[in-house]
């Protein structure tokens, strides 16, 4: 079911978001509230009359071919772009974001358990599905973020789509010279180490608290890993809020990162329960770089590109949660007899190559100026429509 709908999301999630620079953001949002809805209510249809379950990699494959949550989170940010000066504002607000989206999550899974419990799947798939059409009405009230006189022109052109795709890191930008390739390229490339670990770490630790010496219940791992959660995004979001005072995005991304390596370390040598909750309580701060790092390459990206520019991110944290989870297993079934702590130091590893990168972003952004810089009343030659467009 994974494959279902993660193969479909790598061209699906990437063409929303770029489609969404010319058509406007509203539309592909609500594409993917449709299949997110559809597929509840299929699953649902599905539990009731007892279908066979191998009908269900289908309903995968329609949410999707429909861009699923990939394409909601690389909107969602591109929506806050849209209506944010560049500035530590946008930076603040995207974590904003990504914190709602946490908590949501956080909350579903918490609450569906009682109501599955109570009520049964059925009715734990209808209420799903009811919930899904929630969005879909919010939207319809929701003011489009990208203007008409901001949009590009699309022509229906394939190479010229994934030219653009990947023109940030292989083209330094004309009107920016300080926003290269090699920072758009030390920025995914730490986006990459930081979220492969992490996805690989949540496929593995429910087995590692499990097992000796913490030997946690699952009324305990539903507690420990909703309260992680929850005090991980509010550690973020305040942190990022303060930290903004003194530091620039990259130089908090780099402490989040470092965080990340030494509590990854502590939960490999953890020998009590106390132990393992000191180590998370460091790493609390630990997915700060994931938004800081979308809003480093927002800052770097015109407007027009917004939708392009995080529909690469998009690509890519797909492929890391196809990856991630697979890789995690992997490390931890090879390993686990002879140290159940390897997984998370070959994790650790991968973060430290992170905060490598970010080091180096750190030193390229003392030559940058803060923000895009605008050339008042100019056009550009845009390489999708191979038109003139205007930018200001």
């Known amino acids: 079911m994974s494959l279902a709908q993660g193969i479909p999301l790598l061209i699906s999630a990437g063409l929303f978001s770029s489609l969404s620079d010319s058509k406007g953001r509203k539309p592909f949002v609500l594409v993917s509230n449709i299949g997110i809805f559809l597929k509840a209510l299929l ?72 109501i599955i419990h109570q009520l049964g799947f059925t009715w734990g798939l209808a209420i799903s599905s009811m919930t899904g ?14 203007h008409e006189n901001k949009r590009i022109r699309f022509d229906c052109n394939i190479q010229a789509y994934f030219k653009n795709l990947i023109q940030f890191y292989i083209k330094d930008d004309p009107l920016n010279r300080t926003s290269t390739k090699w920072r758009y390229v030390l ?92 180590a998370s309580v460091i790493g609390a701060f630990g997915l700060s770089p994931l938004p800081l790092i979308r809003s480093i390459m ?14 690469g991110i998009a690509i890519v944290e797909n492929i890391c949660a196809c990856v991630g989870s697979v890789m995690g297993s992997s490390i931890y079934s090879v390993t686990v007899n002879v140290d159940r702590g390897i997984v998370f130091f070959v994790f650790s590893s991968f973060l430290f190559l992170a905060s490598v990168l970010l080091v180096f972003l750190i ?9 895009y810089e605008v050339i008042q009343d100019s056009v550009e030659e845009d390489s999708i429509s191979n038109k003139y467009i205007n930018v200001t």
């Open 133 to 146: 059409l929630v969005p879909m009405i919010i939207l319809y009230f929701i003011e489009e973020t990208l």
């Open 43 to 114: 699953m649902c249809v599905a539990v009731r009359f007892q279908w066979n379950i191998y009908i269900f990699v289908i309903f995968s494959f329609i949410d999707g071919c429909c861009g699923s949550w990939v394409t909601q989170i690389s909107l969602a940010m591109a929506m806050v772009s849209d209506l944010t000066n560049v500035g530590k504002s946008r930076s603040f607000l995207i974590a904003m974001v990504g914190f709602m989206i946490s908590m949501g999550y956080a909350s579903g899974s918490f609450v569906s358990g009682f």
């Open 363 to 371: 030193l390229s952004s003392r030559q940058r100026r803060n923000g």
């Open 298 to 311: 927002s800052k770097m990206t015109p407007l027009h590109k917004q939708g392009t520019m995080y529909a």
């Open 187 to 278: 920025s995914l490339s730490a986006f990459v180490c930081i979220v492969l670990p992490r996805l690989g770490s949540f496929s593995v630790e429910i087995y590692y608290i499990m097992d000796t010496p913490f030997c946690f219940k699952p009324v305990v791992i539903g507690m420990f890993q909703t309260s992680k959660t929850i005090v991980s995004d509010s550690v973020i979001l305040l942190g990022i809020k303060v930290l903004q005072n003194k530091l620039n995005d990259e130089t908090i991304a780099l402490i989040g990162s470092v965080s990340s390596v030494v509590s990854f370390i502590m939960i490999g040598v953890a020998p009590s329960t106390s132990f393992l909750i000191i």
